[in-house]
């Protein structure tokens, strides 16, 4: 039974969705945004929270925490997406109004939710994206912050702002060029091309491929694999980012950049990013929301009574169905 300390970092959120699976002791954070998957500075602030009390856990176990946390894992609920990125409406608002102080606190919560991630919360966990749709932009950026990526053979991932004259300013250069050094870095943020998960993995980006619709299988295989050489692989991961150790300066100062060039966007830019926008929100309105917690939550088997995760005592399944989707 979860601690009540622990439930807590469950609840609460809006933008997101979080659950913790115990067989694997991994938290799972779900961006799930229904009409446009991006990230608002909402749903930033949320991720930061839930950041920032795992963290807080932690310590208040004195590192030893009575929950066990070894996995923090991204994910999308959202069919064939894993992330846009950037809002890019809200975007191209602040940049209209010359909005300089609005662009800013944006890049700033971008970095802070990319900074922490990429220092695996200076915890001992290991943090994973799980990409089953395409990643854009700041998607993008979230799953390089991430020291695995698990991706679908049928996913793709792109940096397209070169193609309305700006560039990812959240993380993406000093990611990328972490993985794959500084010519393939700039060649990939300048070409504006839209990427297969098997490209990236031949890169050194994606690391490791799963077959369509098997991305939570390869998942599951991989953290079984792993679980009893943790200690191990979470000391050589603890070695690499020491070795990679991103500055939070640096990309504070790469965002400042980014709020000069996204200043200086003329009105034909603009348009372009409003007909990206138009484009991906079209392809989302053919996607169906789909909650994986409440797919493995019907495949569990409850007998009543039963004590929740909050010690209250459920007498009978109020359920219509034991799928809460239907």
């Not at 950037?86 to 890049?107: C, I, M, Q």
Request: one cysteine or more; hydrophobic letters at 35%.
């Amino acid at each position: 039974m979860l601690d009540k300390k622990f439930n807590k970092l469950l609840c609460g959120y809006d933008e997101i969705t979080v659950r913790y699976d115990t067989d694997s002791a991994a938290i799972w954070c779900y961006l799930n945004l229904k009409e446009h998957p991006c990230y608002t500075p909402k749903s930033l602030q949320e991720m930061h929270s839930l950041q920032l009390s795992i963290v807080e856990y932690f310590k208040s176990h004195h590192m030893n925490p009575k929950t066990p946390i070894r996995y923090l894992i991204l994910a999308s609920q959202t069919d064939g997406v894993f992330n846009y990125g950037g809002d890019l409406e809200l975007f191209s608002k602040f940049v209209a109004h010359k909005d300089r102080r609005s662009l800013s606190n944006y890049a700033q919560k971008c970095i802070d939710v990319i900074h922490l991630q990429s220092k695996n919360l200076n915890l001992p966990i290991t943090t994973i994206a799980l990409v089953e749709g395409t990643a854009l932009g700041g998607g993008f950026e979230a799953a390089l912050s991430c020291d695995i990526i698990i991706a679908q053979k049928d996913t793709k991932f792109g940096f397209p702002e070169i193609r309305y004259n700006l560039f990812p300013g959240m993380g993406a250069f000093s990611l990328l060029a972490r993985r794959i050094g500084l010519q393939k870095t700039e060649e990939i943020l300048t070409n504006g091309k839209i990427y297969t998960a098997q490209e990236l993995h031949r890169l050194g980006i994606v690391t490791i491929l799963a077959e369509p619709n098997e991305g939570q299988k390869t998942l599951d295989k991989f953290i079984q694999k792993e679980s009893r050489l943790f200690n191990g692989t979470q000391a050589i991961r603890s070695a690499k980012n020491i070795y990679n150790n991103i500055d939070y300066l640096e990309l504070l100062d790469i965002s400042k950049v980014w709020v000069e060039a996204a200043l200086k966007l003329k009105s034909k830019d603009l348009k372009l990013m409003k007909q990206l926008v138009r484009v991906q929100t079209l392809k989302n309105i053919k996607q169906r929301v789909r909650t994986k917690q409440d797919r493995r939550i019907a495949r569990q088997v409850f007998s009543f009574p039963f004590t929740d995760y909050s010690n209250n005592i459920i007498q009978d399944d109020r359920r219509i169905t034991a799928d809460r989707r239907a």
